[in-house]
């Protein structure tokens, strides 16, 4: 699946560029030192609390809040580059730590608008807990979904949120759930409690050490000041356009990691492979980043989305190629648990069906099917 080289660059630039932020420069060393050498245990006993924490004293739980909470604002090719050094050090801290990180900038939104915060909320703007989300089941309404209810001063929220990555680890949830008669979605703060548990246990043969479990709020109460939005069905799927039909910044961090990877194999075939993908990537790559913010410009939707599904496509298919490759490179050793072939492996499939959309899944397939 060719991708033009003739899309500007800039937005793959200026994520280089980022390399020079002193944060980006303390959590590249954080990643080399704690992160990479971890990473196969992560996988196999989880992300913990004191790996939130450390997180949290680098400043990445609220890295996008506003200055006034001490959070940095910083700017959206610093925040892709980051997402890439912690991806590719250590997926799975990758997932727990991305379910959160987008959402203190969400969060100060509000701000603009004179309303005041919970308690929560503030306490995620100054990066002092963690954040789960549940927020994908909307994709699957009317056959799944979490309930969303009317009540005095609030709403109930009823059903079971299908992943939440981080399960222990927070003291919060971002769910979205869709009042069934008028169709409206009511994304808000849930704080885990008494009546959000566990309802069955998930194993999973990726990520298996990002703590992601089946969810079920049982009848929560939610205060109206926890709601961060109330919007259309329509205007939710709308919007999710953009997150599910991109090519993103995980996805590079992990194929940098892969291509490193091959580059120090002892067999020249495998720098050989390295050699060939690692400017396919770095195309898919500034192409990807081109195209989002494009849509995002244009206010999202399906502006130019076959091609956004085409690029995250070749994108996928770079991944499981690479892995492939460090698996036939390892030879035997690739598909024991203590090395990283069969991790990035895992990883790659995980990759594939993340925040999968009807029109994601079709395009995968229809490429398959060619």
């Known amino acids: 699946m060719a991708v033009s080289s003739t899309e500007t660059t800039a937005p793959a630039d200026d994520v280089d560029a980022a390399d020079a932020h002193p944060l980006v420069v303390r959590v590249r060393r954080y990643a080399d030192e704690v992160l990479r050498p971890t990473a196969l245990r992560t996988d196999r006993e989880g992300v913990t609390a004191q790996r939130v924490d450390e997180l949290a004293a680098l400043g990445l739980l609220h890295h996008l809040a506003p200055a006034r909470y001490g959070g940095l604002a910083v ?70 979904y979490v309930a969303a209810t009317r009540v005095p001063g609030g709403w109930t929220f009823s059903g079971t949120i299908s992943w939440v990555s981080g399960w222990g680890l927070s003291s919060a949830l971002t769910v979205a759930a869709v009042e069934r008669r008028t169709e409206q979605v009511v994304t808000a703060l849930v704080v885990v409690g008494e009546r959000t548990r566990v309802a069955a246990p998930l194993t999973l043969a990726a990520v298996g050490g990002s703590r992601t479990e089946r969810v079920l709020l049982d009848d929560v109460f939610v205060p109206d000041d926890h709601v961060l939005s109330t919007k259309s069905l329509e205007q939710t799927r709308f919007e999710d356009l953009g997150t599910a039909s991109d090519a993103r910044s995980h996805h ?21 492979v390295a050699d060939t993908w690692r400017p396919r990537v770095a195309e898919i790559r500034a192409r990807a980043y081109a195209l989002t913010d494009e849509a995002a410009a244009a206010g999202g939707g399906r502006h130019r989305l076959d091609e956004r599904l085409a690029t995250k496509v070749a994108s996928g298919d770079a991944l499981t190629t690479l892995t492939r490759a460090l698996v036939v490179a390892r030879s035997g050793r690739g598909l024991a648990d203590d090395d990283t072939a069969q991790l990035h492996a895992r990883s790659a499939l995980f990759v594939l069906v993340q925040g999968q959309s009807a029109d994601v899944r079709h395009a995968q397939l229809a490429h398959l099917a060619r």
């Open 75 to 144: 700017d959206r090719a610093t925040d892709r580059r980051l997402h890439e050094i912690v991806a590719g050090a250590c997926f799975n801290t990758w997932l727990v730590w991305a379910q959160h990180a987008p959402l203190a900038g969400r969060l100060a939104d509000p701000l603009t608008q004179d309303r005041p915060l919970p308690e929560i909320a503030e306490r995620v703007l100054r990066g002092e807990v963690l954040l789960g989300a549940g927020i994908s089941d909307v994709r699957r309404f009317p056959e799944h």
């Open 252 to 272: 590079f961090g992990l194929a940098a990691t892969v291509l490193d990877e091959l580059e120090r194999s002892p067999h020249a075939l495998a720098h050989a």
